[in-house]
């Protein structure tokens, strides 16, 4: 798959009171509008009959009609539940639960295998709970868990900490569950891909372990639906947060393909968190940034709008009349290109800078955990670990390069040489011991270290790390003390000189080797280390998200160049200055390179900084007649352009 075409499609609902005529005009209109893939919920409800027998006449029509137009189709498995489940449960209720379940694959699967339109199974629609389910099975499951969890020895100099069992049964619950669905289908099917769509990204993916999940499936996807899942952001930001969200479905895919399962394909009325229709520009835009993300394709939620039920008459890019609305044909422009140019965008690969933003889980299941209440400050809320990463990522995005977006469990600590590698751990507050040695390493062997926020203030088990701070020979200093200070407060930097705004906290430092780069009224308030080859800048206070909150990165992105070094200036491409609201990213296919750029800001002209100065630029797509020469782009409001340099 990873040398496979980038496919375009749409899921097709299919539920009782369609025809087979209708079913047929649906795969007509994908056809037509050079879309090749589709998702089907298989809806137990729909093919089980009360008397216990099996009637698949109405989903044997998808399929014939998929054969007939070319359609690869991928099969989501919905076992029976309530009519007014939209998503679908997401584990088990009771032994006898589990047992339907498996009954039901047995016959779905075997029944649907033979059809030469499937390409593959997703046992489960968007896994992830955020809390442990209270039924029968799951109880069972977590009990047997804690028995087989290793006992702790008591000892004087361990301190009591908090319980995070459910945190982590959850974690391994979920992996333990998807696995078996896999196994299950396996059974019956052993050709099949495996394809997964966990969802709310920002929110849930603390309980989301793709490493493991790499070991039974074909490929990772997700949902991004801008209504459910973008909470964290303003609608002008969604380019951002689909480009955050791809980044984080590539670095969990790893050696595995990835696809976007479902993106937001028309109107939502009642159902979503935010009530809103996609543009044709925005989907132009969600489109290309899961592209330049090194995805093998998105699927829309959904073609045609069911009838009934929640999301009734919702979501689709057909309009009522089965027509293509102007959504969908934005889509259907973007399809055809890639379809006109196989070679180009199969073998495409995203152009890494090197540059990487790291969470870790227990952060966020830390800052969970101590919610107290009161007023409410976005440093030390629910959001605030993840809304941190988030701010380094949009100024990186905005000086127009590319930031992987990683759990520390992802990132790669065994290579000899990091010189072009930079690590931003911003707010993360726990930083398990088992990465204690693994970061050093990192920066010994020449990598850049930028640390904002109270990262490290606690280990995994919320236990606060400054008494015996385990970072001081790399960080080259401690912390004092924390100050609550203020919602919007600055620091000011001696080098660079610069004012950084910051949030909440004010952290002060005891130097112990670390070159002093911020002080206020004798105190230290910011650091420089030289650790081996490398060195690490820290801030103890919340300079990034001061930054998103002010809505203003401009001082940041000077930071970001000073600490980052090297990182930067090996990126290919890039915005010669810092483009407030924009985004681009860079993909090599053989001998070409592609820069993706998405203007969310005012029409404008700008500069690149790229090594092909002397090579003629070809525009490959411009949805608002954007153009380029030389080092000048020019391009509109919402505009979204695909630029080639063949080298």
Same mark, same amino acid.
């Given at each position: 798959?990873?040398?496979?075409?980038?496919? !375009?499609?749409?899921?097709?609902?299919?539920?009782?009171?369609?025809?087979?005529?209708?079913?047929?005009?649906?795969?007509?209109?994908?056809?037509?509008?050079?879309?090749?893939?589709?998702?089907?919920?298989?809806?137990?409800?729909?093919?089980?009959?009360?008397?216990?027998?099996?009637?698949?006449?109405?989903?044997?029509?998808?399929?014939?009609? &998929?054969?007939?137009?070319?359609?690869?189709?991928?099969?989501?498995?919905?076992?029976?539940?309530?009519?007014?489940?939209?998503?679908?449960?997401?584990?088990?209720?009771?032994?006898?639960?589990?047992?339907?379940?498996?009954?039901?694959?047995?016959?779905?699967?075997?029944?649907?295998?033979?059809?030469?339109?499937?390409?593959?199974?997703?046992?489960?629609?968007?896994?992830?709970?955020?809390?442990?389910?209270?039924?029968?099975?799951?109880?069972?499951?977590?009990?047997?868990?804690?028995?087989?969890?290793?006992?702790?020895? *008591?000892?004087?100099?361990?301190?009591?900490?908090?319980?995070?069992?459910?945190?982590?049964?959850?974690?391994?619950?979920?992996?333990?569950?998807?696995?078996?669905?896999? +196994?299950?289908?396996?059974?019956?099917?052993?050709?099949? $891909?495996?394809?997964?769509?966990?969802?709310?990204?920002?929110?849930?993916?603390?309980?989301?372990?793709?490493?493991?999940?790499?070991?039974?499936?074909?490929?990772?996807?997700?949902?991004?639906?801008?209504?459910?899942?973008?909470?964290?952001?303003?609608?002008?930001?969604? &380019?951002?947060?689909?480009?955050?969200?791809?980044?984080?479905?590539?670095?969990?895919?790893?050696?595995?393909?990835? =696809? @976007?399962?479902?993106?937001?394909?028309?109107?939502?009325?009642?159902?979503?968190?935010?009530?809103?229709?996609?543009?044709?520009?925005?989907?132009?835009?969600?489109?290309?940034?899961?592209?330049?993300?090194?995805?093998?394709?998105?699927?829309?939620?959904?073609?045609?709008?069911? @009838?009934?039920?929640?999301? /009734?008459?919702?979501?689709?890019?057909?309009?009522?009349?089965?027509?293509? #609305?102007?959504?969908?044909?934005?889509?259907?422009?973007?399809?055809?290109?890639?379809?006109?140019?196989?070679? =180009?965008?199969?073998?495409?690969?995203?152009?890494?800078?090197? !540059?990487? !933003?790291?969470?870790?889980?227990?952060?966020?299941?830390? +800052?969970?955990?101590?919610?107290?209440?009161?007023?409410?400050?976005?440093?030390?809320?629910?959001?605030?670990?993840?809304?941190?990463?988030?701010?380094?990522?949009?100024?990186? #995005?905005?000086?127009?390069?590319? /930031?992987?977006?990683?759990?520390?469990?992802?990132? $790669? *600590?065994?290579?000899?040489?990091?010189?072009?590698?930079?690590?931003?751990?911003?707010?993360?507050?726990?930083?398990?011991?088992?990465?204690?040695?693994?970061?050093?390493? *990192?920066? #010994?062997?020449?990598?850049?270290?930028?640390?904002?926020?109270?990262?490290?203030?606690?280990?995994?088990? /919320?236990?606060? @790390?400054?008494?015996?701070?385990?970072?001081?020979?790399?960080?080259?200093?401690? =912390?004092? +003390?924390?100050?609550?200070?203020?919602?919007?407060?600055?620091?000011?930097?001696?080098?660079?000189?610069?004012?950084?705004? &910051?949030?909440?906290?004010?952290?002060?430092?005891?130097?112990?080797?670390?070159?002093?780069?911020?002080?206020?009224?004798?105190?230290?308030?910011?650091?420089?280390?030289?650790?081996?080859?490398? #060195?690490?800048?820290?801030?103890?206070? =919340?300079?990034?998200? &001061?930054?998103?909150?002010?809505?203003?990165?401009?001082?940041?992105?000077?930071?970001?160049?000073?600490?980052?070094?090297?990182?930067?200036?090996?990126?290919?491409?890039?915005?010669?200055?810092?483009?407030?609201?924009?985004? @681009?990213?860079?993909?090599?296919?053989?001998?070409?390179?592609?820069?993706?750029?998405?203007?969310?800001?005012?029409?404008?002209?700008?500069?690149?900084?790229?090594? *092909?100065?002397?090579?003629?630029?070809?525009?490959?797509?411009?949805?608002?007649?954007?153009?380029?020469?030389?080092?000048?782009?020019?391009?509109?409001?919402?505009?979204?352009?695909?630029?080639?340099?063949?080298?």
């Amino acid at each position: 798959m990873h040398k496979q075409l980038p496919l !375009i499609g749409a899921e097709i609902f299919i539920e009782p009171g369609q025809t087979p005529e209708e079913i047929d005009v649906w795969f007509k209109r994908l056809h037509e509008c050079g879309m090749k893939v589709t998702r089907i919920r298989m809806f137990e409800n729909y093919m089980h009959l009360p008397d216990g027998n099996w009637d698949f006449t109405l989903f044997d029509h998808a399929f014939i009609a &998929a054969e007939k137009y070319g359609i690869q189709i991928y099969a989501n498995l919905f076992p029976a539940t309530s009519f007014t489940d939209v998503g679908g449960f997401k584990f088990p209720r009771d032994q006898e639960h589990l047992d339907s379940i498996a009954e039901y694959i047995k016959e779905c699967v075997s029944h649907f295998k033979e059809f030469s339109s499937l390409v593959g199974w997703v046992p489960l629609n968007e896994p992830g709970s955020g809390t442990l389910p209270d039924e029968p099975f799951t109880r069972q499951k977590f009990a047997e868990w804690k028995e087989a969890q290793p006992k702790e020895t *008591f000892d004087f100099q361990k301190y009591e900490h908090l319980d995070f069992a459910e945190e982590r049964f959850l974690l391994e619950y979920e992996t333990w569950f998807l696995k078996w669905l896999t +196994e299950e289908i396996k059974k019956f099917d052993h050709e099949g $891909d495996i394809h997964i769509n966990n969802h709310q990204i920002f929110e849930n993916v603390a309980e989301y372990n793709f490493p493991e999940w790499r070991k039974f499936l074909s490929s990772l996807g997700g949902s991004a639906h801008a209504s459910w899942h973008f909470g964290y952001f303003s609608r002008n930001q969604y &380019a951002l947060a689909m480009s955050a969200n791809s980044e984080i479905l590539r670095s969990g895919a790893g050696d595995i393909p990835w =696809l @976007m399962t479902e993106l937001q394909g028309g109107n939502n009325i009642y159902s979503g968190f935010e009530a809103m229709c996609p543009t044709p520009e925005e989907i132009t835009q969600w489109l290309w940034i899961t592209l330049a993300t090194e995805s093998k394709g998105s699927i829309f939620w959904c073609l045609n709008p069911r @009838m009934s039920g929640f999301e /009734a008459g919702e979501w689709a890019l057909l309009n009522f009349q089965n027509e293509p #609305s102007e959504r969908m044909k934005a889509a259907s422009d973007i399809a055809n290109l890639i379809n006109e140019n196989t070679q =180009l965008f199969a073998n495409a690969k995203v152009v890494e800078s090197g !540059i990487s !933003i790291l969470y870790t889980r227990e952060s966020l299941w830390i +800052e969970k955990k101590l919610q107290t209440g009161g007023k409410f400050y976005e440093g030390r809320n629910i959001g605030g670990v993840i809304k941190s990463a988030i701010s380094w990522f949009e100024a990186i #995005s905005e000086m127009g390069i590319q /930031a992987n977006f990683k759990e520390i469990s992802e990132f $790669d *600590f065994s290579a000899s040489d990091y010189s072009n590698q930079t690590i931003i751990l911003s707010h993360q507050i726990s930083i398990p011991k088992i990465y204690h040695q693994s970061l050093k390493d *990192f920066v #010994s062997r020449g990598g850049k270290l930028i640390v904002d926020g109270l990262t490290a203030y606690y280990d995994e088990n /919320a236990v606060c @790390m400054f008494k015996n701070f385990p970072f001081k020979d790399l960080f080259g200093s401690s =912390l004092q +003390e924390v100050k609550m200070t203020g919602n919007i407060f600055q620091i000011e930097l001696s080098e660079p000189k610069l004012s950084l705004y &910051a949030h909440l906290w004010k952290g002060t430092l005891s130097l112990s080797g670390a070159k002093e780069l911020s002080l206020d009224n004798q105190e230290v308030l910011a650091c420089k280390n030289t650790f081996g080859e490398g #060195s690490v800048f820290w801030a103890p206070t =919340l300079i990034g998200l &001061a930054a998103r909150l002010n809505n203003d990165y401009q001082n940041l992105y000077k930071l970001i160049a000073f600490a980052a070094g090297q990182s930067i200036k090996s990126v290919p491409i890039r915005f010669k200055n810092p483009q407030p609201g924009m985004l @681009m990213k860079i993909m090599q296919s053989g001998n070409s390179y592609l820069a993706i750029i998405i203007n969310k800001s005012e029409d404008t002209s700008m500069e690149l900084i790229n090594q *092909f100065n002397y090579k003629t630029p070809n525009v490959l797509f411009a949805n608002k007649g954007g153009f380029a020469s030389k080092n000048t782009v020019q391009i509109s409001m919402e505009e979204t352009m695909v630029i080639q340099w063949i080298v």
